[in-house]
């Protein structure tokens, strides 16, 4: 496994990197992400993807998605700094994997094809209807 450096377009101070790093395993030239990005529109956990890094600073400007694993990506903000403890509990509860960067109260949210969709969006609701915050930049799961 290898750290596959992204550079990132930051818009109005977001994200707070300028670069994120992501764990990756080479498979036929291509690499298949192997963690959920905080900050890469496009990808999600399993996919296969094409890229060249850089020749200057070997980051990865732009990608092509060769095999997409069927898992989604949401990101959750807590702008107002919850408890989300609560949450995480039921989100995983589901079989979704949750990573933070505290620093930012930032969440990246693996979620994978088998998610029983009613119940996510109720949790969702839930949470958002009490200051979280959610995107949703790799989503792949059809009701």
């Given amino acids: 496994m290898e750290k596959v450096l992204f550079a990132l377009d930051i818009d109005n101070d977001w994200?707070?990197?300028?670069?994120?790093?992501?764990?990756?395993?080479?498979?036929?030239?291509n690499y298949r992400m192997e963690n959920t990005p905080f900050f890469i529109k496009g990808l999600a956990f399993g996919d296969?993807?094409?890229a060249v890094p850089d020749a200057i600073n070997d980051h990865i400007f732009e990608f092509e998605v060769i095999e997409k694993s069927g898992h989604s990506v949401v990101w959750m903000l807590n702008a107002d700094r919850l408890d989300v403890s609560k949450f995480i509990e039921e989100i995983e509860s589901l079989h979704c994997r949750v990573e933070g960067l505290l620093k930012f109260s930032h969440y990246s949210i693996d979620v994978p094809s088998t998610i029983d969709l009613k119940e996510f969006d109720q949790i969702i609701s839930k949470w958002e209807a009490q200051g979280l915050h959610f995107a949703y930049p790799t989503w792949r799961?059809?009701?």
């Fill in 48 to 50: 296969v993807f094409s």
């Fill in 15 to 29: 994200p707070p990197v300028g670069t994120e790093g992501v764990w990756c395993e080479r498979v036929d030239g």
């Fill in 141 to 143: 799961i059809e009701e």
